[in-house]
Each structure stands twice: as structure tokens, then as C-alpha cells.
């Protein structure tokens, strides 16, 4: 006795030793799962090889914003300084304005959805929240230094496939991590940072 792959009723196989179901209806069941299984694996080939250099950047920001909440987790936003009711991951020099830094997690902090979204990124917030626990001299390198050093990034598609790869593992050693000290979390961006190497 077999079991069906689509009802599971027990049944005796008539046709052949290696007969799956027990009906010719759920042996239509069981081919347009097939089919579909299979399509799914095809579409999924097909959409890989279709994405362009831009999709392989939207793919690997929401990992790298998380990683920058994981390293501040349990901070207040670094923004308005209150607790955040839905974290973001909030870019200083916007993704629009500085594609470079994009993934510099100097340039990516815990915030709030208020100041991320609401209120634009809220940069005189920032500058003072980023004075009051980082100090000024790590506020002008975020605010001037950042974009003076890092001037332009140039990544192949290959290469954002390693980098998302990477931030993946990354990601996961710093949900790993105990709530951090603010010199900790400064330090701990900058060995990050270095050993995703992006900036060669």
C-alpha cells in the first residue's frame, strides 16, 4: 500500500510500481503542482538574470540599515533623541543627495520613523544628538569628513553579490552582540566598515 501525495488515502498502486496517487484526479493535482514548482524555479533563474546594478542596491540596503540598528539597538533616536516607536535606519547624508555612502555605517544611525520620514531626516537633530553623545569632533567627520574622504563608488554587479553575501553574515554576528556603549558602537562601525572593505 502507497500513500497518495494528494489526499494521503492508502491505496493499492494499479498502473505502476511507481504510481503516486490514487485517482487520475489528483494525479492532475499533483502535475500542475509539478508545473508550478517547477515554473517558480524558472522564474526565479529569469528574474536573477534580468536585475540590473540598481536592483542589486535596493536588495542590499535594507540589510546594511539593519545592521546599523543592531549596533545601536536599545539607543534612544539619534535624532530627536526620544525612544523610537518603529526604528529606522537613518541615513545622515541621504542616499539621494551622496550615493557613496549609502553603506558607510558611519553614515547610517538608529531613528525613529517620525524624524526618518516625517520630518526629512530631521538634520538639525541629528547634528545635535550626534555632538551631545559622539562628540564634535566625530560630528565633523560624519558631517564633512565622510564626503571630503569617500568621493565616489563604483561597484560591479558581482561585486554587490559578495558585498550582500557578507553583510548577511555580518548581520548576524551583530544580532548576536549585547547592548554596546556609544564609544563601543563608534568603534565597532569603524572595524565593520574595513571589513567590508567597499571603499578600496
Known amino acids: 500500500m502507497r500513500k497518495c501525495k494528494i489526499c494521503k488515502v492508502k491505496f493499492a498502486p494499479v498502473h505502476s510500481s511507481v504510481q503516486m496517487c490514487c485517482s487520475i484526479h489528483c494525479a492532475?493535482?499533483?502535475?500542475?503542482?509539478?508545473?508550478?514548482?517547477?515554473?517558480?524555479?524558472?522564474?526565479k533563474v529569469l528574474k536573477e538574470k534580468l536585475k540590473t546594478k540598481s536592483d542589486y542596491q535596493k536588495e542590499l540596503q535594507p540589510i546594511f540599515n539593519q545592521i546599523a540598528r543592531e549596533i545601536d539597538k536599545s539607543s534612544l533616536c539619534l535624532m530627536c533623541g526620544k525612544k523610537p516607536k518603529k526604528e529606522n535606519g537613518c541615513h545622515y547624508h541621504s542616499v539621494g543627495s551622496n550615493p557613496t555612502l549609502r553603506w558607510n555605517l558611519f553614515n547610517i544611525w538608529l531613528g525613529c520613523e517620525k524624524c526618518n520620514s516625517w520630518l526629512g531626516g530631521n538634520i538639525n537633530g541629528y547634528d545635535n544628538?550626534?555632538?551631545?553623545?559622539?562628540?564634535?569632533?566625530?560630528?565633523?567627520?560624519?558631517?564633512?569628513?565622510?564626503?571630503?574622504?569617500?568621493?565616489?563608488?563604483?561597484?560591479s554587479i558581482p561585486e554587490l553579490k559578495e558585498l550582500k553575501v557578507l553583510s548577511k553574515k555580518i548581520l548576524k554576528e551583530v544580532k548576536e552582540l549585547p547592548v554596546l556603549t556609544h564609544n563601543e558602537r563608534w568603534e565597532l562601525r569603524k572595524k565593520l566598515n574595513i571589513r567590508l572593505n567597499i571603499y578600496k
Open 28 to 43: 492532475i493535482k499533483l502535475s500542475n503542482q509539478i508545473e508550478k514548482q517547477k515554473w517558480a524555479k524558472e522564474k
Open 129 to 155: 544628538e550626534i555632538i551631545k553623545y559622539y562628540g564634535r569632533d566625530k560630528w565633523e567627520y560624519i558631517k564633512f569628513d565622510l564626503v571630503r574622504i569617500y568621493k565616489s563608488l563604483h561597484l
